[in-house]
């Protein structure tokens, strides 16, 4: 989901100050009703419709107006089975790597079945767009990196909530291939038997990290910075071939399973679900990649109110938490971490 949309469905603002007696009294009750963060456009029509309705019925019938069981109290953004304290209500942006999509999805359902008053939207995207995102100003309560790079890079800039970064899992770099495929590409070191491959570009944690190991591998020549090296000059250390330039792992997950490229690299994790549709060629070693950790931490929106911030820190913590980790388990990403 598109940042700008994300922005616009949750932003909304209550319209201004209402003048007038009944009016004020009957807005004051309304207002400590609606949820804090819901559709700019949604309020407005159910407040507008709320007001008219109870001034037209009188004063008399302020009471049945502001009840959120009565016909004009849909408040509610996402029902629920139980019942919970409008006032309680919220909802928490999640900016998660696009390798976390799928077990963040289940982690989600999970916690809003727990916490039936909070609603956690998710954007998935390469961790280095998240990262600019963020610091650029885009509305985002928790922060869940596929690398410590971008997560430090946001701290250093003081723009992650304090004592809430927490080491979740760590994941493999895979060669990978579609079945039926019949590559002579046994690994990174035959790399360049490929016709083509799928390689996600440097600043998205997947594709450094498959530079660092061509690096270790004496593939590439020793860098500061493996993700400088462009597709060109992976290219031409391969022998010239042909590379499908992508945005995250998620693109290279679905060119190779389509069979569009021969080969690509994808974290473990990713090949969760579609082993009908990938054969792994080769586990990349740590050795060759270094441990591959995934930070979450809160992140300091200044959009907030003390409700969401607050349903925020607990959603961060019940990221580390054994259900969620079980979750993670499942989904192949390793928990054992410090």
């Keep these: ?38 559709s700019g456009k949604i309020t407005g029509l159910i407040v507008s419709s709320a007001l008219l309705a109870c001034v037209i019925s009188s004063f008399a019938l302020l009471t049945g107006c502001s009840s959120p069981s009565s016909g004009t109290g849909g408040f509610v953004v996402k029902e ?8 309680d209500e919220t909802t928490v942006i999640l900016f ?14 999970l916690y809003e079945t727990e916490h039936p008053g909070v609603r956690i939207i998710g954007n998935y995207d390469s961790s280095g767009t ?24 946001l701290e250093e800039e003081g723009l992650l909530a304090d004592g809430t970064r927490k080491n979740v899992v760590n994941n493999q770099v895979c060669v990978v291939t579609y079945p039926g495929s019949e590559t002579e590409v046994k690994g990174l070191d035959t790399l360049s038997k490929a016709k083509n491959m799928a390689l996600a570009d440097g600043s998205v944690p997947v594709g450094n ?11 590439l020549a020793e860098s500061e910075d493996p993700s400088a090296y462009t597709t060109a000059e992976v290219s031409e250390a391969l022998g010239g071939i042909e590379i499908n330039e992508c945005a995250n792992v998620g693109a290279v ?53 003390e409700t969401e911030k607050k349903a925020a820190a607990d959603f961060t913590s019940f990221i580390t938490s054994d ?15 410090e």
């Design 1 to 38: 989901m598109k940042t700008e949309a994300l922005k616009r469905r949750i932003s909304g603002k209550m319209p201004g100050k209402i003048t007038g007696n009944i009016i004020g009294r009957i807005t004051g009750n309304i207002i400590g009703r609606i949820p804090g963060k819901v």
């Design 80 to 87: 629920s089975e139980t019942p919970v304290s409008a006032g």
């Design 96 to 109: 998660a790597a696009k390798s976390l999509n799928k077990v963040m999805e289940e982690v989600i359902g």
């Design 130 to 153: 998240l990262m600019t995102q963020i610091q650029e100003g885009a509305a985002c309560d928790v922060f869940f990196s596929a690398a410590q790079k971008q997560m430090n890079r």
């Design 209 to 219: 990290y498959t530079r660092k190991a061509l690096m270790k591998a004496g593939i």
């Design 253 to 305: 997950t679905t060119a190779v399973s389509e069979g569009s490229n021969e080969v690509g690299t994808v974290y473990k994790s990713d090949t969760y679900g579609l082993e009908d549709k990938l054969e792994i060629l080769e586990v990349v070693s740590y050795d060759l990649t270094g441990d591959v950790i995934y930070p979450v931490s809160q992140v300091i929106n200044k959009e907030a109110d």
């Design 323 to 337: 259900e969620a980790k079980a979750l993670f388990d499942k989904y192949l990403f390793d928990t054992d971490v």
